[in-house]
């Protein structure tokens, strides 16, 4: 059988190019690396800051989407297809929406005028927190439901015809049969999160040591404060090399479509 098809041969030309577009700028990005100062660029006290803000807040995010997003992914995958179209389409709109309409909506919740502005959230840690959540869900939910769906039910039927409970049937079948997925879902969502921008930068503020993330660093950096460009580099290399892990893990935990 003949896996590659029989597209055209001239179709290779535009498919380098756009490839291309995706890697050179990469490839600029690490040669302004300053590999002397590497080192102390990235342990240097406000990259240090950042990077462990992003990484506890990204860790704490993810910990969030996994709370909601898991059973969220499970009533989808396990709805009549009209509700889960519906519920499905609802969980991708913070995916097409600039990450700064999302910020706008934060802070018409939270903020001090918002529905819930005396909660004193906006320009603080949980605001970051908060805002990785709302961007980095749909990331979580709908890998999970992917992985359900594909599961299917049969499995699920016929423990409940042995008399195992519905709690059972969740531990002992369903979330194991749909492992991959959530672990897949699990590293992109954290990924999102500790690259997140427009919704921290309007939501919670740039605050050095309290929302001050990666992305934010670097943004700063290239705008003439906190940290130096060259640790701002470092800190683009950090998230590079991180992006880079997260496809690997997560192709690892994704068998082969072709696979036996």
């Known amino acids: 059988m003949n896996a590659r098809g029989y597209i055209p041969r001239w179709l290779a030309v535009p498919a380098a190019a756009g490839l291309l577009f995706l890697l050179v700028p990469l490839t600029a990005l690490v040669a302004r690396v300053q590999w002397s100062t590497l080192w102390s660029d990235v342990t240097s006290e406000a990259a240090r800051s950042a990077l462990v803000l992003s990484l506890a807040t990204g860790a704490a995010a993810t910990l969030v989407c996994a709370g909601v997003g898991i059973p969220l992914a499970l009533l989808i995958a396990r709805s009549s297809p009209r509700v889960a179209a519906v519920l499905r389409a609802l969980v991708t709109v913070p995916l097409v929406l600039p990450p700064m309409v999302g910020g706008v909506a934060l802070l018409y919740l939270f903020g001090r005028n918002g529905w819930f502005g005396g909660l004193g959230l906006p320009f603080t840690t949980v605001a970051v927190v908060l805002a990785q959540v709302f961007v980095a869900l749909p990331f979580l939910v709908l890998a999970v439901e ?23 049937i969740l531990r002992r079948v369903t979330l194991p049969l749909a492992a991959p997925g959530i672990v897949a879902g699990v590293v992109l969502c954290f990924a999102r999160a500790i690259g997140e921008f427009g919704a921290t930068a309007l939501f919670a503020g740039n605050r050095p040591g309290v929302t001050q993330t990666m992305p934010l660093a670097i943004y700063t950096a290239f705008n003439g404060g906190g940290v130096g460009q060259g640790t701002a580099v470092a800190l683009a290399l950090m998230l590079l090399v991180a992006a880079i892990a997260v496809l690997l893990l997560v192709r690892g935990w994704r068998p082969s479509v072709g696979a036996a």
């Open 146 to 168: 992917g992985a359900l769906r594909s599961t299917g039910v049969e499995i699920e039927r016929a423990a409940a015809s042995l008399g195992a409970s519905r709690g059972t």
